[in-house]
């Protein structure tokens, strides 16, 4: 749907006849309740995906967004079936209906914390389908609830739309614009709390003095300091859901929300525990490693995507178990370098990078709290590395934006494991990591290189014969078209790749909690600028046999046969990557899922119990979900081709509101992904982006009363004019974010905005033109339902398109759909006017 439900109808207005005299509906009060209500439904929505992210797995952040938007679609449908609601006193049962979304929201909020739902469990335990259903509907009914009160409001006869939905528009925009903040400020319990106390809010005005409303508003606003001891916490296959819970438990030292994830401390009292249960900590250690890491804290990102910020205290054998690290492997090739550390983490590769010799360090990391536990909160645990040493330096950014900024070039650049999947606030639309593993990222580090620095990355692969190697493979044919697109001659000659074992105690460790574990190896991948020499290569061959790593390849040697073909030409590895049973194809920003794996055909075949990387259990839900809201989707519009019978053209104009509901979302979600770069992090575009297409929309919609004529061929030449501008950005985006990517944020952010307006203004009009076209007003609340249920497919078949074939291809379709739209509106009886 577009935006809320105040999208679906607000710009169409009465006739003169149908007007009458403007209600008490149409006061201030009403329009100060309905910018509350848009705002609260917004804000819930948002963090509602950061909770789910963090208390079940990034995968139902997907549907969180799903949910909300078919509540908008059933609150439509539920007008349209139940017209009294629209009827006498709309403001005072709007508000009513506020209320009880107000008490909904802060029960829902209980419910989803003390409901135990483990996706990973849903096939041995049956009642795990239960605990979803529950917290599925402990998030519909306050959308629900409260989109009925939208939705009666702008179907009562005499309210003029315009105005409010102006409103409308305005508090759904601030309610995207705020979310991040009201999230890394309180937290995501509180952010909720808050989203319910708006609503209140919102039902005490539209009621006016009513103690009612006022004492919710109060009683809800008291449960904001307790907020935090109602929100869920890690399922019990989240790696910090299982350290809670193992014998003896971690303990949490900090906590704390913030835009990007929310990041815990956990640690055993004992160090001998602590060296013990963080055994999974030195995956990337030999197996010939004897010496003992020192006592660690953990830090958890979305309750998962461990990483180790260990005890340092100056003492030189502390840290010798780096010694017999693939860290250590840079540091053979590049001697004193200069070294940019990308995703600094709990700072063990600028540890690792000073005991091999760095003569200085800059470390980046897009979490800002993350890098404030190594500057401040812990930092003398880490031995004020990070506050004290002039030679470190610590900067919180977006690492590509980071090394599009800067004009300093680096002997390493290290990019280490920054593959933890936490889905950002957006969580249904984007996984960031991502953005360092597409090609262009790659020719943007590569750039940042001196004339003989290297790249090195590290990440972990499966070697288990069930699930074979994906990561490496893939990451090398993302490397090699690249130094092929830059002109690099003999790219194969630029590229090292070793392998690390996973150390018997790891996988001991992790078989006892982590059932069907599989083997994984480390592998460090170093690109460098310049080929290799005989004698880099020889010194990585002696400390590969030295200490029991694998190569996989290196020039003048043999490489290994899952990867040969992908260094090789580019015949060879485009005809390994069509035959692959896996989908190896090289990503792109333009398709930046690097973990997606399989192809759409395949993915049933693949579903593992296991929360692990090796199967395709995200794509499974995602599939799950298309396939349920498509079925939601189909009743609705059996039921809209049925009520109101009599009504001409129902065909065609339902057909017309799919293609818009979907359409819009298609568009949306393209331009939030394709945003990313230019503004930052996902946080920060889909506040950006939804504000700017919502409030944009609606200056469209407000201009659409300006056209005269009929709405068909209105709408026939907008669809033409969304075609083109939607190509000339396409076409220009890139150019706008290698011009900009350096700039400060509030230029990038006013780019984005530019950008935006063009698409926004054009979508807006669709809605209130194809309202007018509608010949039976008693039609308009089928076409808000049929618009709002087809929006929630609209969510998850972009994602499901761009995994396939990338975000252009989104738009395209987006733009097909509206085209269609406009041609089958034509078909319709225009309405009298």
């Keep these: 749907m577009d935006g809320t439900l105040a999208e679906n109808a607000a710009a169409w207005e009465p006739s003169g006849a149908e007007r009458g005299t403007p209600p008490a509906a149409a006061t201030l009060s009403l329009r100060a309740g309905v910018v509350l209500v848009s705002a609260a439904l917004l804000l819930l929505e948002v963090t509602y995906t950061r909770l789910f992210s963090f208390a079940i797995w990034y995968h139902f952040a997907y549907a969180t967004i799903a949910l909300a938007l078919l509540g908008f679609g059933l609150a439509g449908a539920l007008v349209a079936a139940v017209p009294r609601l629209a009827d006498g006193d709309v403001a005072r049962r709007a508000g009513g ?100 106390v708006l609503m209140a809010v919102a039902g005490a005005v539209l009621r006016g003095n009513g103690r009612v409303g006022r004492g919710l508003v109060v009683l809800l606003a008291l449960l904001l300091p307790v907020a935090p001891a109602l929100e869920p916490g890690p399922c019990a296959s989240k790696t910090l859901g299982r350290v809670l819970s193992d014998t003896p438990p971690a303990h949490r030292i900090y906590s704390h929300w913030n835009a990007v994830a929310r990041i815990d401390v956990a640690t055993w009292d004992d160090t001998s525990v602590s060296r013990q249960k963080g055994v999974w900590s030195i995956w990337g250690g030999s197996v010939k490693q004897t010496r003992p890491t020192p006592p660690q804290y953990t830090i ?67 979490n800002p709290v993350t890098a404030s536990l190594l500057t401040s ?21 977006e690492g590509r934006q980071f090394v599009r900024r800067t004009d300093d070039r680096w002997d390493v650049v290290q990019v280490n494991g920054v593959d933890t999947l936490a889905a950002i606030s957006s969580g249904a639309y984007v996984l960031a990591e991502s953005y360092l593993y597409t090609r262009e990222a790659i020719a943007d580090l590569y750039g940042r290189l001196t004339d003989d620095g290297l790249l090195s990355v590290v990440i972990m692969d499966s070697l288990d014969g069930d699930a074979p190697p994906r990561h490496m493979p893939r990451l090398t044919a993302v490397m090699m078209e690249t130094l092929e697109r830059l002109g690099v001659p003999a790219p194969e000659t ?17 078989s006892l909690v982590l059932p069907g574990h599989r083997p994984i190896m480390t592998m460090e991948m170093m690109l460098k600028r310049s080929p290799f020499t005989a004698d880099e290569i020889a010194r990585l061959d002696a400390l590969a046999a030295d200490l029991g790593f694998v190569v996989w390849h290196a020039p003048g040697r ?47 075949e693949h579903v593992s119990l296991d929360p692990d990387r090796a199967s395709a259990t995200g794509q499974v839900v995602l599939l799950v979900m298309l396939m349920a809201s498509a079925v939601v989707a189909a009743l609705v519009i059996a039921a809209t081709l049925r009520r109101p019978r009599r009504v001409p053209g129902r065909a065609a104009l339902v057909a017309y509101f799919a293609c818009v509901g979907l359409g819009f979302m298609l568009v949306e979600v393209a331009f939030v992904q394709k945003l990313v770069l230019l503004l930052g992090y996902p946080t920060r575009a889909i506040s950006v982006t939804l504000a ?142």
């Design 97 to 196: 209906l506020a209320l009880a979304a107000a008490i909904a929201t802060a029960v829902g909020l209980i419910v989803v914390g003390r409901t135990p739902f483990d996706p990973f469990r849903l096939v041995g335990e049956p009642r795990q389908a239960a605990f979803m259903a529950v917290d599925a509907l402990a998030v519909l009914v306050p959308f629900t609830l409260a989109g009925v009160a939208i939705a009666a409001i702008l179907a009562a006869p005499a309210v003029r739309f315009p105005a409010l939905y102006a409103v409308d528009l305005a508090g759904a925009g601030g309610g995207a614009l705020i979310a991040p903040t009201v999230v890394s400020t309180i937290g995501a319990g509180r952010g909720i709390v808050a989203a319910a």
């Design 300 to 366: 958890a990102q979305d309750g998962d995507a461990f990483t180790v910020m260990y005890r340092v205290t100056g003492d030189p054998d502390e840290l010798s178990f780096l010694d017999t690290h693939v860290l250590r492997l840079p540091y053979v090739v590049e001697h004193a370098p200069r070294v940019l550390v990308i995703g600094v983490g709990g700072g063990t590769d600028v540890l690792a990078a000073l005991r091999y010799g760095a003569r200085d360090v800059t470390a980046v990391d897009v």
């Design 494 to 510: 630029h590229l090292v790749v070793l392998g690390v074992p996973e150390r018997p105690q790891v996988t001991r460790f992790y």
């Design 558 to 604: 043999t490489t290994r046969p899952e990867i040969g073909p992908m260094v090789g030409d580019a015949a060879a590895r485009h005809a390994f990557v069509a035959d692959a049973a896996l989908d190896l194809r090289p990503t792109t920003d333009d398709r930046p899922f690097f973990f997606s794996f399989f192809r759409w055909r395949d993915v049933f």
């Design 377 to 397: 909160r812990f930092a003398d645990w880490i031995g004020g590395v990070f506050r004290d040493r002039p030679d470190v330096r610590v900067v919180v950014s």
């Design 692 to 833: 700017a297409l919502l409030v944009f929309a609606g200056i469209g919609s407000a201009l659409s009363t300006r056209l005269a004529g009929a709405p068909a061929r209105a709408v026939r030449w907008l669809a033409g004019a969304l075609a083109a501008i939607v190509t000339i950005e396409l076409l220009v985006l890139p150019g706008v974010i290698d011009t900009l990517l350096g700039t400060p944020t509030p230029v990038r952010i006013v780019a984005a905005l530019v950008l935006l307006a063009p698409v926004g203004l054009v979508l807006g009009t669709f809605l209130p033109l194809g309202m007018r076209s509608v010949a039976d007003r008693r039609f308009i609340p089928w076409a808000w339902a049929v618009n709002g249920v087809t929006s929630v497919v609209g969510t998850v078949l972009a994602i499901v398109l761009a995994m396939t074939y990338g975000f252009t291809a989104v738009v395209a379709v987006a733009v097909a759909l509206y085209v269609g739209g406009a041609l089958v509106l034509g078909l319709a009886p225009a309405a009298a006017t």
